[in-house]
């Protein structure tokens, strides 16, 4: 067989496969921010399994842990059972992460995926109001299910569900109209007015930083303002920090610097710690009202993805950690408004914060050009928006400078030398 042949995925897969076709090499080891392919090129990751991967391919004390559990017989499927991996995790959970944070939450295991946490979050919230509508907001994304979808913003994605889409209303995010208008006034007009056609909602979901809907960060005084919105109407509020959380903006929870605390969370990808399947709803004591077996998931006690989880956590019991993310962070800032002031053939604005940023192209084409050219030259990263017109940087957060530089010097090679063929075909 011929290395790197794609003949196999292309006869039997089905055409619903997307990343394959953006990154069309067969991948077969991957170590920290690196991956090699069959032929043996090297790439830098700038993908990071779209969050899944905040601490890396293959962390050493994670893979040590998962085979000495794997190797002694521990348990692998639960259901919802208690196992001692379980109860590590939470233990641990509660003492490094939400402790600290002086946060109350019960946990709740869903299916071990994004769209299963927003799903029992939806739930939960109209059980516990007894109200049917949810406000979502512009570009936002959460998930690829029906009740997920229906408060997903990318109408190709909507068109999926094959059926109407209901008992949502769709806000405008912050700066969605423009830099002036505050769209949390629009919002706010349309809940005081009896005549507004808009009833008051069992909740709002958002996501801090809108990750597939184009690295969009709301202004933490607008997020602030949305909780003050629902505390006012008594609106549950549901912030969806699959993508956004586990570090990946910087804190452990991307709300954090807004000084909020959410009535519920919505976490997964990288909570497993080694891209393990694994997801998390948590909500306040007092919204756990669920009857036994009233939401469950066979998957939902993922025992390997415990074990893994609770040592990925280790991390955050070292304050440098989260210090070294938000210095690297600086330097992504740094680098890609450099490329936005050397290239302005761009038309580019850089968007997002923390290890979730990117460049937004005003040329049709271009971003998804950059990804391309990059990959070409060993570095795989993603594009986003509803027309793919931003191209994303999601290192995994334990790059090393030497890492971030090398993958910053590939990017900027792919832009110059894409503008520098435009130029040539239009002269």
């Excluded at 794609?6 to 990343?19: D, G, K, N, P, Q």
């Excluded at 700038?46 to 391919?57: C, D, E, V, W």
């Excluded at 607008?222 to 549901?238: F, P």
Aim: glycine share 10%; aromatic share 10%.
């Amino acid at each position: 067989m011929n290395k790197n042949d794609l003949s196999i995925f292309e006869e039997i897969e089905s055409s619903v496969r997307s990343y394959v076709r953006g990154f069309p090499t067969v991948f077969t080891k991957a170590k920290g921010y690196q991956m090699w392919d069959e032929a043996g090129k090297e790439y830098i990751d700038f993908f990071s399994g779209a969050g899944a991967l905040n601490y890396g391919h293959n962390d050493p004390k994670m893979k040590q842990k998962l085979i000495e559990y794997l190797m002694s017989d521990g348990v692998t499927h639960s259901l919802d059972m208690a196992t001692s991996a379980k109860r590590d995790f939470l233990k641990k959970f509660n003492d490094v992460i939400l402790k600290p944070r002086n946060l109350n939450y019960k946990v709740m295991f869903p299916g071990p995926t994004g769209t299963n946490t927003v799903e029992s979050a939806l739930k939960l919230a109209r059980k516990v109001t007894g109200r049917t509508d949810v406000i979502s907001f512009t570009n936002g994304f959460h998930g690829m299910t029906i009740g997920s979808l229906s408060v997903t913003g990318n109408a190709s994605k909507r068109a999926g569900a094959g059926i109407p889409l209901n008992h949502t209303v769709t806000m405008p995010y912050d700066n969605f109209v423009n830099d002036e208008m505050d769209t949390l006034d629009y919002l706010e007009r349309f809940l005081e007015d009896n005549g507004s056609g808009v009833d008051t909602p069992a909740a709002m979901i958002l996501e801090t930083v809108q990750g597939e809907g184009g690295i969009n960060a709301a202004r933490f005084d607008w997020i602030k303002r949305v909780d003050e919105i629902c505390k006012k109407y008594s609106i549950l509020l549901i912030i969806d920090d699959v993508q956004a959380g586990v570090g990946r903006t910087g804190p452990f929870f991307s709300f954090e610097p807004a000084g909020i605390e959410p009535d519920i969370i919505c976490l997964s990808k990288s909570i497993g710690g080694y891209g393990m399947p694994l997801a998390l709803t948590l909500f306040k004591p007092e919204l756990d009202i669920w009857n036994p077996g009233e939401h469950n998931g066979t998957f939902r006690g993922n025992n390997p993805a415990f074990i893994t989880a609770t040592e990925s956590l280790s991390y955050w019991e070292d304050k440098s950690f989260e210090e070294s993310i938000n210095a690297k962070s600086e330097k992504i800032t740094k680098f890609l408004q450099s490329i936005v002031d050397k290239y302005p053939e761009l038309e580019g604005n850089v968007r997002g914060r923390g290890f979730m940023q990117g460049i937004e192209c005003g040329v049709d084409g271009l971003a998804s050009k950059v990804a391309e050219e990059s990959f070409n030259r060993g570095l795989i990263m993603e594009t986003s928006g509803v027309n793919d017109q931003v191209f994303k940087l999601f290192p995994p957060l334990i790059i090393d400078d030497a890492g971030l530089e090398k993958g910053f010097k590939i990017i900027e090679e792919s832009v110059k030398s894409l503008i520098s063929a435009e130029e040539l075909v239009a002269n």
